[in-house]
């Protein structure tokens, strides 16, 4: 999803409403040709990369890309799996149990799109 041109309060708004953080006032949002505008949060299949990553200083890189995961309750076997799966494509195999205060701005960011990916089995946005 790209906003061009938006001015960044606009599109962060927008970003807002379409996770559920900021209730709509009028008109409606569809996603995947049905209506979500009335659902909560936590059972749209969006996530969002804050531009502060929203990280546990405290956890590992492993344990932070499966926290979402470990909130819904899956198998750990499925929560190791997929936090391996999204080591690989963020780039960060190797780095499972470092903890992110040892990483850089960059390898912090990814570990923040592997944690929103990881989680989210629809979309993530980045705010």
């Not at 970003?15 to 040709?33: H, Q």
């Not at 200083?57 to 198998?75: A, E, S």
């Not at 929560?79 to 470092?98: C, H, N, P, T, Y």
């Amino acid at each position: 999803m790209l906003y061009w041109g938006l001015p960044v309060v606009e599109r962060q708004h927008c970003l807002n409403a379409l996770c559920g953080f900021t209730p709509v006032t009028g008109g409606e949002i569809w996603l995947d040709k049905a209506p979500i505008t009335s659902e909560p949060a936590e059972k749209r299949k969006i996530t969002m990369v804050f531009q502060s990553y929203a990280l546990w200083p405290h956890m590992t890189v492993g344990q932070n890309i499966g926290f979402g995961l470990k909130v819904q309750k899956r198998p750990e076997k499925e929560i190791s799996a997929r936090i391996d799966e999204m080591l690989v494509l963020v780039g960060l195999q190797g780095r499972k149990e470092d903890k992110v205060t040892a990483l850089s701005g960059g390898q912090r960011q990814r570990v923040a799109l592997g944690k929103s990916t990881g989680y989210s089995s629809g979309y993530s946005c980045s705010g």
